[in-house]
């Protein structure tokens, strides 16, 4: 009897902690906003050149301005540049900067600053990658980031406010590139003062600067008074990091955030049948795409109809209508809606398991002989997926799939061996490929261009080559470009060079009484087009 | 070292007849005279006749997907429902037993061979020997064992995947898991030989003249049997929920196979739209980790010598 | 007892240089790399090779071994790989407290009512009570933390709906984010005390000495309290030592799930990362404090019962 009474006092003293505890929540006003981040614990950095995560290019992007900016429709728009001019031949960009233009601590943003910031997105010292990645195209990028000099010869500074920038190949996505992480521009004076530490501080030349950096938790916002538009209604921006989807979307629903989910990590799908008809709710195609790639230098499938049998074996719209509920939507071919290049049609491999059996016979293909290894990184919905091909492939050809479980950062490794060493590669793996600028190129040139870094398949086809080649420079003439692109992702599509099978669906909460905040699809989500017209929601 | 005997010392000499090992007829009988243990006995065993021969009787498959049935609730067709792939969750549930079970067994009895037999010599012998893996023990407390999951899967994977399918695989990181989770047995058997080395009838057989593999085998093992059995039961419920983890990493058992801890995880994302796929796998689990609790006791308590 | 404290720092050096080397040596082996995982999906082979040698990751082991020791030596744990060049140090620092403070309000809560619960149960053998007890804390135990922290956020979400109030669903800083995690944590280690206490009182009430107090006539309080639970106290000491490392490295999924800036999740992801620095030291910080917890449990033994002579 003493247990039971032992018990109860612990029941009780449980409510008891739990009504104490309970809290109303703080009293919010359009001047506050509460925006979740998920999948980290903390930003890697807030130095635009050493950050490497999604998740941190969309904090950065709030912090720190350009020379250009994407607006809500995804085009180049003038940010600290108030206006450029781009060469005949393409080569020398020359940027004019917006009068007036300061960094938050009040000291103006330079022609120097903007060549420093370049030249520290690329020096060695500062350890990052997507500098040299990103800006490649720079002339003298390759020196630089090699150590053999410590100048960068393609950014000068003209006068004060006049910024030249040469370029190796002309590019039409050149610009969209400089919208990115490491071409925003830092005060010089502030990262030279505290190399390793100065992103802790709030010297920044966007929108907002840094009021606080709780490590691990989040970040509280406040508007930058000196950045050349009007400063934000918003007072104080609230920026809470989730690891995990789920959690962020509890806080969602007890009213503890305003803007939940992100295009690397979406609303949990389990959850979206719940919110799907209620106001919050935004949904918008991903810029991402999810294929199965094979490895070309591997028989069978340097066979393309092998490739091809698989292919027409494979039922997306069950995958992504049923399976997924309808959370993504159905692909059959490389680049996605939504960018530039998906409205010229290419035709696909439709599902049809009677043609894939008798290609795979053509083939010469025993089916009952025939044995696939599937390799995928385990995260998120990946593995319901994989499973759901498992069962098609058999069900429809009568081979026999393995699934190869890896851990993620072992499958990173794995495919850098199947690129180095493809005969001890994987067979075949899936994945998927986002875009940080919206340009045909970042989809078809930089990942299936032969031996590309990307191409881990090693996918070749020299027509395919040829093509891109032309048109990746190619510097304005965007309906030539698209023409270019639109034949070799019908050869890439017809050759199966990737197996796509939908494209991704950025979900996401956005109370209803939020303004200002467009969802885009690309690799960070969000763009605040104009900083003035962000809104909070008034107290309930 | 104090050697004050406490103050209610009456020493009973134990003859060795005393305290031999229970026979195992005896100690059955002994189990059966306990309510609960006979129940858990039953409930037990049948567990583990439907780990064995629940798939053979039941044979929808654990495996298939059914597109039209996608987190179904229990019908007549699919006797407890579907899984989010619209896998039938009875045949899931039965194979999954079966794995879970293996499992478990394999990792406890490497845990008992190893963890209790190093703490039972070094609480027994100390000296450098307990030195040694009291050290040992606290090196690889701290160490991640997760590191080591994640090497040994990559080097032995593919090979052990191929000759044994997915239960030897997980065995495999099982078994590379044990390597460092069996310090905490051998911590706690270590010291209840250090308690039992200083009672009354372990020093007066020694006084007697006992060998230390007779004191060992009549009078400490029969002693810790309790704390190892306890310990052992409670871990069952670890390594179940374990495997599941492990599975979240890609490192567990290999998909499309199920086991009790990955179909709690696969369906913890639908608990509040689809509570049964939560519920069946978890009572199951809670349903091994009772009996094979209570049937522990139930053996402890049989096999005391002063308890019969 | 100075001796064994004396003795005990002294291997304290030879306790952390295993545990760097074991852990080095394994995650240098362990396929995947810091500068991939990096990287993750875009992937130029030359800048990779370029980083690789920045990094210092292109050297052999002994000598990527060698330079961590050094300093390690000046207390210096290095510079985290993924998180861009900040020190180690910081990174623990920062979670250290977290960790350790959560862990320790969750021990001591199922210290607290573990023991009582377990000596009750021991004590009220073969009764309705023990068995409800008993089959109570089971369940509890049995309970992954993955299943009861969505079933505690599901009712937590009812009452917000029918009160308009709730406790935090996430998140740190405030007294009412303790609440949640702390009740999942006790939860799962209250069963394993409560049933470690139960069966260690058992053993030791059917031990002669006991049934000879009880025949000699000596008081039943006196029976259970000056012979019984001193010498049932040692195995429950020793379970409290290891459960705090538990809760440290166990906390890896409640720290996940409740958003708290602890060290258990970022050792996790460490891992995940192949960021060795990190990896490395919150090995270190690890293995000191289960060596330190070890030390504190002996020597409790050693008060509990002076007959217990122990070595090293």
């Known amino acids: 009897m003493k247990a039971k009474r032992n018990l109860l006092l612990v029941i009780v003293s449980f409510l008891l902690v739990f009504s104490l505890a309970a809290s109303p929540i703080a009293a919010q006003d359009t001047t506050t906003l509460r925006w979740s981040i998920e999948g980290i614990t903390d930003v890697v950095s807030l130095d635009p050149a050493r950050a490497t995560d999604a998740q941190g290019f969309t904090v950065i992007g709030l912090l720190h301005a350009g020379l250009v900016r994407l607006n809500g429709a995804l085009e180049v728009e003038p940010d600290l540049a108030e206006s450029w001019v781009i060469s005949d031949d393409g080569l020398t960009y020359t940027f004019t900067l917006r009068e007036g233009a300061a960094f938050s601590d009040g000291s103006p943003v330079t022609a120097e600053d903007v060549v420093w910031s370049f030249t520290h997105a690329l020096d060695p010292a500062t350890g990052a990658w997507t500098g040299p990645y990103l800006l490649s195209n720079i002339a003298g990028s390759d020196e630089l980031v090699a150590g053999e000099t410590t100048e960068l010869s393609g950014v000068t500074a003209v006068d004060e406010r006049t910024v030249q920038i040469t370029v190796k190949q002309p590019s039409a996505y050149f610009l969209s590139q400089l919208t990115f992480g490491p071409s925003k521009v830092v005060s010089s004076a502030a990262v030279t003062a505290n190399p390793d530490t100065w992103d802790q501080a709030a010297v920044t030349s966007g929108a907002f600067s840094v009021q606080t950096w709780n490590r691990g938790q989040g970040l509280v916002l406040v508007p930058n008074p000196n950045y050349w538009q009007p400063a934000s209604q918003i007072s104080t921006l609230d920026i809470v990091f989730n690891q995990d989807s789920e959690t962020a979307f509890q806080l969602f629903r007890t009213g503890e955030l305003d803007i939940v989910g992100g295009a690397q990590n979406p609303l949990p799908a389990a959850r979206v049948p719940e919110v799907r008809d209620t106001p919050d709710f935004v949904s918008t195609n991903a810029l991402n795409v999810r294929y199965v790639a094979f490895n070309n230098l591997l028989p069978p499938f340097d066979n393309v109809l092998v490739r091809q049998a698989l292919a027409h074996a494979t039922d997306r719209e069950t995958l992504a209508n049923v399976v997924l509920d309808g959370t993504v939507t159905a692909t059959d071919r490389i680049i996605p809606p939504g960018m530039p290049g998906s409205e010229a049609p290419v035709e696909g491999l439709a599902f049809d398991p009677a043609l894939a059996q008798s290609l795979l016979a053509e083939a010469g293909i025993d089916p009952a002989t025939f044995e696939v290894t599937l390799s995928y990184g385990v995260e998120g919905d990946n593995e319901r997926i994989v499973t759901v091909l498992q069962a098609m492939w058999q069900d429809n050809l009568g081979i026999s799939v393995t699934l190869d479980p890896l851990e993620l950062s072992t499958f990173s490794s794995r495919l850098n061996d199947t690129y180095n060493d493809p005969a001890n590669g994987l067979q075949a793996y899936y994945s998927v490929w986002g875009t940080i600028y919206p340009d045909p190129q970042y989809f078809l040139s930089q990942i299936l261009q032969t031996d590309v870094g990307n191409n881990n398949g090693h996918y070749s086809n020299a027509e395919f080559d040829a093509l891109t080649q032309e048109a990746d420079v190619i510097p304005d003439d965007l309906a030539r470009r698209i023409e270019l692109y639109n034949q070799a992702e019908q050869i890439a599509v017809t050759e199966v060079g990737w197996l796509t099978l939908f494209n991704g669906q950025v979900n996401v909460l956005v109370r209803d009484c939020v303004e200002g905040v467009e969802v885009t699809g690309l690799f960070s989500a969000y763009v605040v087009p104009d900083y003035t017209a962000l809104r909070g929601c008034p107290a309930s | ?308 | 007892m100075l001796r064994l404290i004396l003795r005990r720092f002294i291997s304290l050096p030879f306790v952390i240089l295993s545990v760097t080397f074991l852990t080095f040596i394994v995650s240098y082996l362990a396929p995947g790399d810091p500068i991939l995982a990096l990287m993750g999906n875009q992937r130029d082979p030359e800048i990779y090779a370029r980083l690789r040698t920045l990094y210092g990751l292109d050297l052999p082991w002994y000598q990527q071994y060698g330079e961590y020791l050094g300093g390690l030596l000046q207390g210096d744990l290095g510079l985290s790989f993924r998180f861009a060049q900040r020190p180690v140090i910081e990174l623990i620092q920062g979670g250290l407290p977290v960790s350790f403070g959560l862990g320790l309000t969750a021990l001591s809560l199922s210290v607290l009512i573990g023991i009582p619960l377990g000596l009750v149960a021991a004590l009220y053998h073969n009764t309705p009570a023990e068995r409800l007890i008993m089959a109570l804390i089971l369940a509890l135990y049995a309970i992954p933390s993955f299943v009861l922290i969505p079933i505690l956020q599901w009712i937590n979400y009812q009452v917000y709906l029918a009160t308009g109030w709730s406790l935090p669903a996430a998140g740190w800083g405030r007294p009412e984010h303790w609440v949640m995690p702390v009740v999942v944590l006790s939860a799962a280690s209250l069963g394993y005390i409560a049933r470690v206490t139960r069966s260690s009182v058992r053993e030791v009430l059917e031990q002669d000495f006991i049934r000879t107090a009880r025949a000699k006539g000596l008081p039943e309080r006196r029976v259970r309290w000056t012979h019984m639970f001193r010498n049932a106290a040692l195995p429950i000491l020793t379970v409290i030592g290891p459960a705090i490392a538990f809760l440290v490295t166990g906390a890896f999924v409640v720290e996940s799930l409740f958003s708290i800036p602890g060290i258990g999740f970022l050792s996790v992801q460490a891992i995940q990362q192949r960021d060795y620095p990190v990896i490395q030291g919150t090995t270190v910080i690890l293995a000191l404090s289960v060596v330190l917890m070890n030390l504190v449990t002996d020597l409790l033994y050693s008060v509990v019962d002076p007959r217990v002579r122990l070595e090293g």
Not at chain 2, 168 to 189: F, T
């Open chain 2, 1 to 308: 070292m104090s050697r004050t005997p406490p103050n209610t010392g009456i020493v009973r000499l134990h003859t060795p007849s005393d305290i031999a090992p229970a026979a195992p007829i005896g100690l059955f009988r002994r189990l059966l005279r306990s309510r609960l243990s006979v129940i858990s006995l039953l409930v037990f065993a049948l567990i583990v006749l439907l780990a064995a021969f629940g798939p053979v009787v039941y044979t929808q498959s654990a495996t298939r997907p059914d597109y039209a049935a996608i987190n179904a609730i229990p019908s007549a067709e699919h006797i407890l429902g579907t899984d989010n792939l619209g896998r039938d969750t009875l045949a899931r549930l039965l194979s999954g037993l079966r794995v879970s079970l293996i499992v478990a067994l394999y990792v406890e009895t490497l845990n008992i061979l190893l963890g209790a037999t190093l703490g039972l010599l070094a609480g027994y012998y100390g000296g450098i020997l307990d030195v040694l893996v009291t050290r040992v023990a606290d090196i690889l407390f701290a160490f991640p064992g997760l590191l080591l999951a994640i090497l040994v899967t990559a080097i032995f994977g593919s090979s052990v995947t191929e000759q044994f399918g997915g239960i030897g695989r997980l065995m495999l990181v099982a078994g590379s898991l044990s390597l460092v989770s069996w310090p905490l047995m051998a911590r706690l058997v270590r010291s209840q030989v250090l308690v039992l080395r200083e009672q009354e009838f372990v020093t007066a057989a020694r006084s007697l003249g006992a060998t230390h593999q007779r004191m060992i085998l009549r009078h400490i093992i029969p002693n810790v049997g309790g704390i190892i059995i306890v310990a052992s039961t409670l871990d069952v419920a670890s390594v179940v929920v374990n495997e599941a983890v492990l599975s979240l990493l890609g490192l567990g058992i290999q998909p499309p196979d199920p086991s009790i801890g990955k179909m709690i995880t696969d369906a913890i994302p639908y608990l509040e739209t689809n509570a049964w796929q939560v519920f069946f796998p978890s009572a199951a689990l809670m349903l091994i980790v009772l009996t094979v609790s209570f049937l522990g006791d139930g053996l402890r308590e049989a096999s005391d010598p002063q308890a019969r």
